[in-house]
């Protein structure tokens, strides 16, 4: 049962379905309960009308809820005309559900408009219908009082829920840079092991080569040793060496390596967004056919910065990334509001974010600038070379 809460959860349409399901269950309970009093056509009719389009009410909220108050107003009159009330229908509930719907995914000014239809739509079917004027008024405003705090309460919980989620990516992202940036401390000395082997195995074997070619016919015997000095240097430099690449089998720059491009930047910015950051995002050009190390390179840069920004900037930070694309090059800037972390410091305190994004940029032989302008903002500014 919970797992298929759990899956609910993501199928946001089938859930809608189910709950447009049940109120036309309920309708057809009362319908079987009260055929004989009521005209069955019609009020199939309007079971259908009234509970069916809730199935679209988080794809469309305004013209469901739109739909859905016009379809109970139409009822209530075809139902006076017909000698009955809109009492019997309860797919009526979708009014309450859909003010909830307008307060929980659109927003308060929507829902306050909806409500201030739904009230006018109260009074004037209980008065036109000839209702009990205080028992109906009192019993709707409550309903609808409960949706609204229902939809308040709600949506502050999931508001929360997107926001921790948001935090959760972007320690991820954190955790994903301090790996990637550890593995490249290992690269770089496997790196050194490697021209420590290849430097010291072939000084070896030149100075044995050149001794053996002098002795080899004033001693032969010193030659003989010198070329089995080889053999054996060689034999052991050539392991060293096997060894050593065999920890460097998958390389950063290999062809398998994932494209982000325009999707990814996109994605990072949602991200951003959704944990607290206010950012503005300025593309110009297509980054999608790029080679993919350059359009990793534009990635992490963003990624990275506005990591930065966000744990940085202080409280309402605010960010703006601006993303060219030239024949030639790719120029990427982020800028914030200006209280980013000093020149000369890292993201995360360990001094190494500056230093990450240099070494990075360097690689793609780009130039990279990161400081303040003259107007105070923290600005990071790289220029990446188009092969």
């Not at 009308?49 to 009822?75: E, G, K, M």
């Not at 010198?226 to 053999?231: E, R």
């Not at 600038?369 to 600005?379: F, V």
């Amino acid at each position: 049962m919970r797992r298929f809460s759990l899956w609910l959860r993501g199928q946001p349409f089938v859930a809608d379905a189910l709950l447009a399901a049940g109120l036309f269950v309920v309708e057809m309970l009362v319908f079987v309960s009260s055929v004989d009093d009521v005209n069955g056509p019609l009020f199939l009719a309007f079971a259908l009308v009234l509970s069916v389009p809730i199935a679209w009410r988080r794809r469309f909220p305004r013209s469901i809820a739109a739909i859905s108050l016009v379809a109970t107003s139409v009822c209530d009159v075809a139902g006076s005309m017909a000698g009955e009330t809109s009492n019997g229908h309860p797919a009526t509930l979708a009014l309450p559900i859909m003010l909830y719907t307008l307060v929980a995914y659109v927003g308060r000014v929507q829902g306050a408009v909806f409500a201030a239809a739904l009230t006018a739509y109260t009074v004037a079917s209980t008065l036109l219908l000839d209702q009990p004027i205080f028992t109906t008024l009192t019993f709707s405003a409550l309903f609808y009082a409960l949706s609204w705090l229902a939809a308040e309460f709600l949506g502050a919980r999931r508001a929360y829920d997107e926001a921790t989620e948001a935090r959760l990516i972007v320690a991820e992202y954190d955790r994903d840079r301090r790996a990637e940036e550890a593995v490249i401390a290992e690269r770089t000395r496997i790196a050194r092991e490697l021209h420590d082997v290849i430097a010291h195995g072939v000084s070896v074997m030149v100075v044995q080569a050149d001794g053996a070619s002098y002795n080899i016919r004033r001693n032969p015997e010193r030659a003989e040793q010198a070329v089995a000095n080889i053999s054996a240097t060689g034999r052991l430099a050539l392991a060293e060496l096997r060894r050593t690449v065999a920890l460097l089998r998958t390389s950063p720059d290999s062809d398998d390596m994932p494209l982000y491009g325009t999707a990814g930047l996109a994605r990072v910015v949602e991200i951003m967004g959704r944990a607290g950051l206010n950012v503005e995002l300025e593309q110009t050009g297509n980054l999608d056919d790029i080679s993919p190390a350059i359009s990793l390179g534009v990635h992490r840069l963003v990624q990275e910065s506005l990591t930065n920004v966000l744990r940085h900037a202080g409280h309402a930070p605010r960010a703006v990334v601006k993303v060219v694309r030239e024949e030639q090059a790719v120029t990427v800037e982020i800028s914030d509001n200006g209280t980013g972390a000093r020149a000369g410091t890292s993201a995360d305190g360990g001094g190494h974010g500056l230093l990450g994004m240099r070494e990075r940029v360097a690689v793609l032989q780009g130039t990279l600038y990161a400081g303040r302008t003259s107007h105070g903002n923290w600005l990071v500014r790289a220029t990446l070379p188009i092969e």
